[in-house]
């Protein structure tokens, strides 16, 4: 098989197809078969596996997750790199190459092309997701896909390296991001990645992260929409303290707030990023009733 990590093999082919790496698309073809293996052993792959990648690029991990794998969906947007796409992975029957921007596909096809591969009419649709992201629509992508009613079993992504940091944070360094990816899965950090890592060489050093998402969300909330309307008046003010911000946010009496809020046995003064998960659930259940 064509070593696509290979430095000499991507600018040949970039050559010979008359294809430039598109910056303004995030394109930056990685070139570390070490990384490479890191990725593929975190997404745990068999046979029984149906994977979705966004942006496979030329295939450089499309083409061994077809060897492992039972079925690959690579979603692609660039229309020249799909011809080098489809050239290379032509002598593989269980690819599925679909000319695509991810955020305007319609969620169903996914499941319906599952379920054609799995031979199944009911049933949960499983797969996993596995990409090497364009950076400028991560946040896009992972809300997309945890938000659904059919979230992947197991995601595998590389990021931006603050971005996945931010994703794994911890009460005291929590933001929106991190509490919008942890309600709705496990996020884990499984490697850096240093930019000699791509070609061409990003600018920012990135990161593989882990998220499993949960099958039911661990905290009782009854409405979604509203809790992260709750959660983003709260970090609205980010260096206001808590009462503020949420007063200020959601509309509602400042001396009320502070009142809900020592009585679940959260500081008032607290900032947002030094709540756990648990503590906005909390303060969700309090104020759910009073904002209109």
Do not use: C
């Not at 046979?47 to 061994?64: A, Q, R, S, W, Y």
């Amino acid at each position: 098989m064509i070593d696509l990590t290979d430095l000499k093999t991507i600018k040949s082919l970039l050559t010979y197809y008359n294809v430039s790496a598109q910056k303004n698309l995030g394109q930056h073809f990685l070139i570390d078969p070490e990384i490479l293996d890191k990725m593929l052993a975190a997404a745990e792959l068999s046979k029984g596996d149906f994977v979705v990648e966004i942006g496979p690029g030329f295939g450089v991990m499309t083409l061994p997750m077809a060897d492992l794998a039972g079925r690959v969906l690579a979603v692609e947007t660039d229309k020249k790199v799909l011809e080098i796409l489809k050239a290379l992975g032509s002598g593989y029957s269980n690819l599925d190459i679909l000319p695509s921007n991810i955020l305007k596909l319609d969620s169903r096809y996914i499941h319906d092309r599952y379920k054609t591969w799995a031979k199944v009419k009911q049933g949960k649709t499983s797969y996993k997701l596995v990409s090497n992201l364009p950076y400028y629509i991560t946040s896009a992508i992972l809300k997309l896909f945890l938000e659904t009613d059919l979230p992947p079993d197991l995601i595998v992504v590389m990021v931006q390296k603050e971005v996945a940091e931010r994703i794994v944070a911890e009460p005291g360094e929590l933001s929106l991001l991190g509490i919008s990816v942890q309600f709705f899965g496990k996020p884990e950090l499984i490697s850096l990645v240093p930019r000699t890592s791509f070609w061409p060489k990003p600018e920012v050093t990135s990161a593989i992260i882990r998220i499993r998402p949960f099958k039911q969300p661990p905290y009782d909330i009854d409405n979604i929409k509203l809790f992260f309307r709750i959660v983003k008046a709260g970090f609205g003010e980010k260096r206001k303290q808590l009462h503020n911000s949420l007063s200020g946010g959601l509309w509602l009496d400042d001396t009320a707030v502070q009142e809900l809020l020592e009585e679940i046995g959260v500081d008032p003064k607290m900032r947002p990023q030094d709540l756990s998960l648990s503590e906005w659930a909390k303060i969700y259940h309090r104020l759910k009733q009073l904002v209109k």
